[in-house]
């Protein structure tokens, strides 16, 4: 069983800045495919940004490219989530989760793609 803590998460005025990280409890995090996903209030959750094992492919939803930036550390077993010129719009409950698979270059883009997943953490954007 993997544990995935996420961290980082704060109210910040619109045009800021956060950086969230997940902390995942396995020896085997340089393994995994990992991503963030969001959910609005009032809404369904949704894919935000992916990363490939090695980090070395990378995905992202059209509403955040060039905006945020997924990245991981395997040695520190974190994956991190830049989040850069926030709007309102980005408000949302954001959750890492883990795919449980054996080094793979590709990425996930689907919530039933991962195995595991995090608590959450809210990100508050004011205009």
């Known amino acids: 069983q993997v544990q995935l803590v996420e961290s980082g998460g704060g109210l910040v005025q619109a045009g800021g800045s956060l950086r969230l990280s997940c902390a995942a409890s396995s020896r085997t995090f340089s393994m995994y495919p990992m991503g963030w996903f969001r959910q609005p209030p009032g809404k369904e959750r949704d894919f935000v940004a992916a990363?490939?094992?090695?980090?070395?492919?990378?995905s992202y939803a059209d509403s955040v490219k060039g905006r945020f930036t997924i990245s991981r550390d395997n040695a520190k077993n974190t994956v991190y989530l830049q989040m850069n010129s926030l709007k309102p719009e980005d408000t949302a409950v954001y959750y890492c989760?883990?795919?449980?698979?054996?080094?793979?270059?590709?990425?996930?883009?689907?919530?039933?793609?991962?195995?595991?997943w995090g608590q959450g953490t809210q990100v508050t954007v004011s205009s």
């Open positions: 989760a883990a795919r449980n698979s054996a080094y793979t270059g590709n990425y996930y883009l689907r919530e039933y793609e991962y195995d595991y």
């Open positions: 990363i490939s094992s090695s980090g070395g492919r990378t």
